[in-house]
């Protein structure tokens, strides 16, 4: 997808953005009400139901969604764009932007940046547990007979929600937004009419609730937060969908339907307790009169669906972007339609996905087990997101000093609050996101680091690609019939396939290419801006391909654009691809410990082939093999 192909997505009407938006965007977000308020009174926080705990706990979420969603991200994230995209590698890519004199800092943002990363994946694991379990446990009270089939009952639907990523989801996609629609209207029904019959709930809107009970209670209040980050859960997906849909309609779907039908429902839902304490076990379902109750279980399960649907393809998004960056080996990636490129299939992470999901199922049996594990992950990476936007603020746009620090300041306090009780239940489930995203980093990181290593070793050892050629064409080998496409990962060294090459065949083909991708800062590059063919003379050529981070390199692409705009033509069967094949060797050199460099060798082994990466037929391709010491 070009940028200007990109751009007329956004030319669709507002409302019908705004539609989509609420389908994909707020789906995980719109799902807390099954869970929040309910975890918030748990046992294990010894917050007893009166109506002051009441009060203030409901306090403390009306105000923790308007300054951490409604401000921080509707108002202020959303602000940093990377041309018109969002999610946490375009706002890695805006902090290192904005640092003038790149060094430690860089480093520091660039680690901060994938850690954010990596506890995403931590809640991508956990969201469609939590969400799914959580919609069938109301099984438990619309038929109480079936409470034994909530965890089989589960396990179908995440496996026929994984099952069916390899189809794509654009047909079940359209139906997203009306059935999101029709769930929001829902919360906001239900949660008005409790709060007609009890409207001193209404109270709680004043901040003094939330300061006295946090005041009155201290330690178990702090306790309480990390229930309370729960009904923040989605709040990342918000920025990180920004470019599908634009800013306008995120904003208008939020402030207009989102935001107050949220809020209906979880001071409706104290409204309830008020007037019915029993109701705890369940404040949500029991909203509803019983001849409602398992029509909502269903809307409800169908709402998770919904909601995990858009974390996993938010993990394939992140994952094709962490690739272009080069962060994470190559993977296979299918695109699932022709018509829209952001509709993504990574068969290795959908079934590494599903099976950590339903071990994770298994092993917790309940929402309120994982409720524990859900808020880590979703602090860690909105702390994780304050620090990266203050940079910004400062270096990229030039806001003032003061105001970014007075207002980071107040955004931070928060975090460090929601993180600080989140880490509170460490034991209690919270290790769970930090090992995945502590694992997923350390992986990253030997992944980065280690092709830095091959990338020194091989320019050190390299042959400048210019004075070769002249040379090679001053005394030329055997010119032989056809083309070759000799892939490479610099423009200015001689491919090492080129030299295995001319060293064993002793020919050079009559049109031979020097193809290269690259990779730039944003999202979509125009295919006016996308090639650059050099004729170097004597029937070679130097292609330099460039891809925006939201795009995946195809070879057979390029050949047609250069088809297209520099009268070339290429008969498959008449093209051979040369690459290297590279085996990593472990060594004492200077680099890595050794027992991280057989990480990355590993990790290096099990990379996707560049045939299946840059969509090359396997049958005209030639690899050359090469050894790497590191």
């Not at 201290?218 to 470019?243: C, I, K, R």
């Not at 795009?551 to 088809?563: F, G, N, S, W, Y």
């Amino acid at each position: 997808m070009t940028n200007s192909t990109h751009a007329q997505e956004h030319k669709q009407s507002l409302p019908s953005l705004a539609l989509a938006a609420i389908g994909v965007v707020f789906g995980d977000i719109g799902t807390s009400p099954l869970y929040s308020l309910k975890e918030a009174f748990s046992p294990s926080h010894g917050i007893g139901l009166s109506e002051q705990s009441i009060l203030g706990v409901i306090s403390l979420l009306f105000w923790a969604i308007v300054m951490v969603v409604a401000i921080k991200y509707v108002l202020f994230v959303m602000r940093a764009d990377n041309n018109g995209e969002g999610g946490v590698f375009a706002m890695i890519t805006l902090a290192l932007r904005s640092v003038k004199e790149p060094g430690k800092l860089s480093g520091v943002l660039m680690m901060l940046g994938i850690f954010g990363a990596c506890m995403f994946y931590g809640d991508a694991v956990i969201t469609p547990a939590m969400s799914v379990i959580s919609a069938v446990e109301g099984l438990e009270l619309a038929a109480p007979t079936l409470g034994k089939y909530v965890i089989p009952i589960t396990i179908v639907i995440l496996i026929m929600l994984f099952w069916i990523q390899q189809h794509g989801t654009a047909v079940v996609g359209k139906l997203f937004g009306p059935i999101m629609l029709v769930w929001f209207v829902t919360l906001a029904v239900l949660g008005a009419y409790h709060i007609i019959l009890a409207p001193a709930v209404l109270v709680a809107l004043n901040p003094y609730y939330a300061i006295s009970f946090m005041a009155e209670h201290v330690l178990q209040a702090y306790v309480v937060l990390g229930s309370v980050v729960l009904v923040l859960t989605g709040a990342e997906a918000l920025y990180a969908d920004m470019g599908h849909f634009g800013v306008k309609p995120i904003r208008y779907g939020w402030y207009g339907l989102v935001m107050p039908s949220l809020l209906l429902n979880y001071f409706g839902q104290g409204a309830l307790l008020m007037h019915s304490p029993k109701a705890i076990e369940s404040p949500f379902f029991l909203l509803a009169p019983d001849w409602v109750l398992l029509p909502l279980v269903i809307l409800s399960t169908v709402a998770t669906v919904i909601a995990s649907q858009a974390v996993i393809s938010g993990a394939y998004s992140l994952t094709s972007q962490a690739i272009q960056l080069g962060y994470v080996p190559r993977m296979k990636i299918l695109h699932t339609s022709e018509l829209a490129i952001g509709q993504i299939y990574i068969p290795l992470v959908n079934w590494m996905l599903l099976f950590i999901i339903l071990c994770i199922v298994i092993g917790f049996k309940s929402s309120e087990n994982l409720a524990a594990a859900y808020g880590l992950a979703v602090t860690a990476t909105m702390f994780v997101t304050t620090i990266l936007v203050s940079v910004v603020m400062v270096n990229l746009w030039g806001w003032n000093r003061w105001l970014v620090g007075g207002m980071i300041a107040v955004f931070l306090i928060i975090d460090v609050g929601f993180f600080g009780a989140s880490l509170l239940k460490i034991e209690q489930g919270g290790w769970l996101p930090l090992c995945i995203g502590g694992a997923l980093f350390f992986l990253l990181m030997t992944w980065y680091k280690g092709r830095m290593i091959v990338k020194d070793r091989t320019a050190a050892d390299g042959i400048p690609l210019m004075p070769f050629l002249q040379g090679l064409l001053a005394h030329p080998p055997h010119r032989v019939s056809g083309t070759a496409i000799y892939l490479t990962g610099s423009d200015s060294l001689v491919p090492v396939s080129l030299l295995h090459n001319l060293k064993h065949n002793k020919v050079l083909h009559e049109r031979t290419i020097f193809m290269n991708f690259t990779t730039r800062a944003i999202p979509y590059v125009d295919d006016a801006h996308r090639m650059d063919v050099k004729d170097i003379g004597g029937g070679l050529f130097l292609v330099k391909a460039a891809y925006g981070f939201n795009e995946t390199p195809d070879v057979k692409a390029v050949l047609e654009q250069i088809t297209r705009t520099h009268a070339m033509t290429f008969e498959l069967m008449d093209t051979s691809f040369f690459m290297a094949r590279e085996t990593v060797v472990p060594t004492e050199l200077l680099g890595m410990s050794v027992w991280r460099e057989r990480v990355f060798a590993w990790m290096h082994q099990n990379a996707a082939k560049p045939t299946d990466f840059f969509s090359i037929p396997a049958n005209r391709v030639v690899e050359l093999g090469t050894k790497i010491e590191i």
